[in-house]
């Protein structure tokens, strides 16, 4: 497996097919995966996070702190969490003052972070939402994505089911492991999902499914 630094055009391409919210994040560093065979199998994405204070909670300053933004992949890939790992290690080469990483999984999707609990993520905090999804096309859609549909397409908001916003699961990645024993202290027990056997999260792809319920290698022996 091989990743390279990715174009806007993949960028866009991958997450608007692959990726279950069709909307493309701010993205400051992203690189395209080629598995054993060189086919391209879409791109990891990350950003500086919707916050200026993404980092206030670990005494990090905006820079220090990198967010996970899209793990758009079409299930070509062989592996997903060694897949991330090398997109870690390329990002501690490419963004040397970056000392950890943040991630979330979508309880609205059903998602619990499989990927993240699998490859020893930290998790760190569950947030509620007082914002609104729709029921667009099977699933349950953010409020952004519906308003882009409205705006660009016509869509009839009125039309749609709505509900209140689930929350999300927060997990975070240390670079390195004077920092992870830091973060330790801060995590709590995982949430499970006895029916979640997908390793999808807010951020991962909806056509991927390696790596699944059972513990996969520690991403440190990757990154």
Not at 32 to 61: E, M, Q
Not at 138 to 164: A, E, M, P, Y
Not at 183 to 199: A, E, F, R, T
Request: glycine content about 6%.
């Amino acid at each position: 497996m091989i990743l390279k630094k990715s174009s806007k055009k993949a960028n866009k391409y991958a997450i608007m097919n692959y990726h279950y919210s069709k909307r493309m994040p701010n993205i400051c560093c992203s690189y395209s995966v080629f598995n054993n065979k060189n086919k391209w199998c879409g791109v990891i994405a990350y950003g500086l996070g919707a916050s200026p204070s993404i980092g206030k909670p670990f005494n990090l300053v905006q820079g220090e702190i990198i967010e996970l933004v899209r793990v758009a992949l079409n299930g070509k890939q062989e592996s997903t969490s060694k897949a991330i790992a090398l997109s870690l290690k390329l990002l501690k080469k490419h963004c040397p003052s970056v000392k950890m990483v943040v991630s979330y999984a979508d309880k609205g999707q059903n998602h619990y972070g499989t990927i993240y609990q699998a490859t020893n993520w930290l998790f760190v905090n569950e947030s509620k939402s007082s914002g609104t999804e729709y029921f667009y096309k099977g699933r349950w859609t953010h409020s952004k994505t519906i308003s882009d549909l409205v705006r660009k397409r016509g869509l009839k908001r009125d039309s749609l089911r709505s509900r209140k916003m689930s929350g999300k699961l927060k997990y975070i990645y240390p670079l390195n492991k004077n920092l992870k024993k830091e973060m330790i202290k801060l995590s709590k027990p995982y949430i499970k999902d006895l029916c979640d056997s997908s390793v999808n999260g807010s951020t991962l792809s909806v056509q991927d499914k390696s790596g699944g319920s059972i513990p996969t290698e520690s991403l440190y022996n990757y990154a």
